[in-house]
C-alpha cells in the first residue's frame, strides 16, 4: 500500500519546510500566559468542587429518578473538570510549586480513580513524543500488519467503543507498547527514582476504592450506583472523548523515524469547539498551545493560541464541526497506517 502524504496549505510538511522554529512559537506568546496564578488555580479546583458538593447535595435531597439523568451528567461532567484542573497540576502549570502541585493533584485525580503520579508520568511520555509513531504513549495509529492481526475484543473497544478505554489503558496501556499498569512501582512507565511517587498514588487509589466499598456497604449498592458509578462512567466517556478528538482526525500526520521531531508533532493535534463546555472542562479543546507549550495554564491556553495563529498559519488546525459529528468520521475514517513510511495519515477501515 503507497503512504499516503498530504499537508496543510500547499507545502509538503518536513522538517526543512516549518516556517518558524520553536523560539519564534514562543517568542510571539505574551509572557503572562507562562506565569500561573496560585489564586486563580485554587479558584477553579475550589468552584469546581463546590459544584460538585451541590450536586450531591440536590440529589440527595430530592432522590428523585426525573433528576438523576440530569444530576448524572452533570456530575460526569464535573468530575472531567475536575481531571483538567488535576492535568494543569501534573504539568506544573496548576503553580510553581510542587508540594502544590502533587496536593491538588492528588484531591482532584484520586476522587475519580486516576493515579496522579502514574498518569502525570506516562502524560510526560505522551507529550514528548506527540505524533511520533512509534513512541506516542496517547491514542497513537496502529500499523497496517498490526490491525490485521488484532482480535475482535481488542479491535472493538479501539474502534469500536473507543469511549470506554480508559479504565482499561490504565491497566493494561494501549496495544502495541507492552505491559504497564499504571498502578505498578515495577512497570516499565516509570524510571526507578519514580516508584515511591507511584507508591503514594496507587495508595490513594486504593484509600479511595476502600471508601467506595465501604459506602456501598453502608448505603446500598443501588446508592453505589447512583452517586458514584453512573456518574464516573460519563466521566470516562468525556475523558475518552476529549483525547480521543485531540490526535484523531485523517488530515493530521504521523512520523517515523527523522521525519519527526518535537514541534512538528507537538502540531500533530487540533482544536476543537465543545460549546457551552468549554469553559466547564476549562477549555481543554484548545489544544494546538497546550501542545506546544504544556506549562501555560488552562486559562492563558485562549490567549496564547490568539498570540500563534498569525504566526503558524496553515500549520494551525481547528474544527467548529458538531463534536459527535467529528467523532463518528473520525471513528470511520481514522484505523490504521502504513507499515512504511516516515510521513503518515490514517487509513479507513477495511471494507
Known sequence: MQTTVRSPGSSEFSRQDLPFTLKDVKAAIPEYCFQPSVFRSLAYFFLDIGIIAGLYAIAAYLDSWFFYPIFWFAQGTMFWALFVVGHDCGHGSFSKSKFLNNLIGHL??????????????????????????????????????????????????????????????????????????????????????????????????????????????????????????????????????????????????????????????????????????????????????????HTIPHYYLKDATEAIKPLLGDYYRVSHAPIWRSFFKSQKACHYIADQGSHLYYQPEKK
Open 108 to 293: 482532584s485525580h484520586t476522587p475519580i480513580l486516576v493515579p496522579f503520579h502514574g498518569w502525570r508520568i506516562s502524560h510526560r511520555t505522551h507529550h514528548a513524543n506527540t505524533g511520533n509513531v512509534d513512541t506516542d504513549e496517547s491514542w497513537y495509529p496502529i500499523p497496517e500488519s498490526k490491525y490485521d492481526q488484532m482480535g475482535f475484543a481488542e479491535k472493538f473497544v479501539r474502534f469500536y467503543a473507543p469511549l470506554i478505554a480508559y479504565p482499561i489503558y490504565l491497566f493494561k496501556r494501549s496495544p502495541g507498547r507492552g505491559p504497564g499498569s499504571h498502578f505498578s512501582p515495577k512497570s516499565p512507565l516509570f524510571r526507578s527514582n519514580e516508584r515511591n511517587d507511584i507508591i503514594v498514588s496507587t495508595g490513594a487509589i486504593l484509600a479511595m476504592v476502600a471508601f467506595l466499598g465501604w459506602f456501598a456497604v453502608q448505603f446500598g449498592f443501588l446508592a453505589f450506583v447512583k452517586f458514584y458509578f453512573v456518574p464516573y462512567v460519563i466521566f470516562v466517556i468525556w475523558l475518552d472523548l476529549v483525547t480521543y478528538l485531540h490526535h484523531t482526525e485523517d488530515d493530521i500526520p504521523w512520523y517515523r523515524g527523522d521525519d519527526w521531531y518535537y514541534l512538528k508533532g507537538a502540531l500533530s493535534t487540533i482544536d476543537r469547539d465543545y460549546g457551552i463546555f468549554n469553559e466547564i472542562h476549562h477549555n481543554i479543546g484548545t489544544h494546538v498551545a497546550h501542545h506546544i507549550f
